[in-house]
Nanobody
Framework: QVQLVESGGGLVQAGDSLRLSCAAS????????MGWFRQAGGTEREFVAA????????YYADSVKGRFTISRDNAKNTVYLQMNSLKPEDTAVYYC?????????????????WGQGIQVTVSS
């Protein structure tokens, strides 16, 4: 099992920045990639970004490309999501996720482990 704990969420104004962190523990060696999904009220979970542990490959949703940056610290088993130029439409619960095999990076069903989620609210 892999446990994921998110931190860094909160309330900010449009245009501000925020950094989310996700600390992984447990059988982290079983994870090949980690990332973030988000879910706004009444909508489906949306892929945000992902990063492989063993390489520098990163993946982003078109809606956040150029504004968000995902990174990792292998020594700390931690993944970060730097969010700049935040917009009200970025408001959502953000979930840290981890997967154990390579496949469709956008498919939420392929991520085995999920954090509890953390709220990000961007006011206009």
């Amino acid at each position: 099992q892999v446990q994921l704990v998110e931190s860094g969420g909160g309330l900010v104004q449009a245009g501000d920045s925020l950094r989310l962190s996700c600390a992984a523990s447990g059988r982290t060696s079983s994870s090949v990639a980690m990332g973030w999904f988000r879910q706004a009220g009444g909508t489906e979970r949306e892929f945000v970004a992902a990063i492989r542990w063993s390489a520098s490959n990163t993946y982003y949703a078109d809606s956040v490309k150029g504004r968000f940056t995902i990174s990792r610290d292998n020594a700390k088993n931690t993944v970060y999501l730097q969010m700049n130029s935040l917009k009200p439409e970025d408001t959502a619960v953000y979930y840290c996720v981890a997967r154990t095999y390579y496949g469709d990076i956008n498919n939420s069903y392929e991520y085995r482990y999920w954090g509890q989620g953390i709220q990000v609210t961007v006011s206009s």
